[in-house]
């Protein structure tokens, strides 16, 4: 079993940045893709960055592109989010995944229904 669990979460100003945190205990984190997704009210979770076992390879939503860089730390057992130039539309709970998908031909994955363990979130509201 993998715990996980976000921070860095917050209030700020459009054109501000935050970075997010999630660590990993209880397995082996560099074993596992990593994903954020995030969620705003009234709204269906939705996939924002992943990352390979090793961070070799990501890949962003649309809307994260160009903005957010989803990064780890295999010897922290940690996996971040640094969010620039955010903007009022990205406010909702940031959740990060970790997906097995050692006997898989993906290294990493948009499809939240392929991540194996979640963390509880964390909040991010923006202002304009």
């Known amino acids: 079993q993998v715990q996980l669990g976000e921070s860095g979460g917050g209030s700020v100003q459009a054109g501000g940045s935050l970075r997010l945190s999630c660590a990993a205990s209880?397995?082996?984190?560099?074993?596992?893709?990593m994903g954020w997704f995030r969620q705003a009210p009234g709204k269906e979770r939705e996939f924002v960055a992943t990352?390979?076992?090793?961070?070799?390879?990501?890949y962003y939503a649309d809307s994260a592109k160009g903005r957010f860089t989803i990064s780890r730390d295999n010897a922290k057992n940690t996996v971040y989010l640094q969010m620039n130039s955010l903007k009022p539309e990205d406010t909702a709970v940031y959740y990060c995944?970790?997906?097995?998908?050692?006997?898989?031909?993906?290294?990493?994955?948009?499809?939240?229904?392929?991540?194996?363990?979640w963390g509880q979130g964390t909040q991010v509201t923006v202002s304009s």
């Open positions: 209880g397995g082996t984190f560099s074993s596992y893709a």
């Open positions: 990352i390979s076992w090793n961070g070799g390879s990501t």
């Open positions: 995944a970790a997906a097995d998908l050692r006997s898989s031909i993906v290294t990493m994955s948009i499809n939240d229904y392929e991540y194996d363990y």
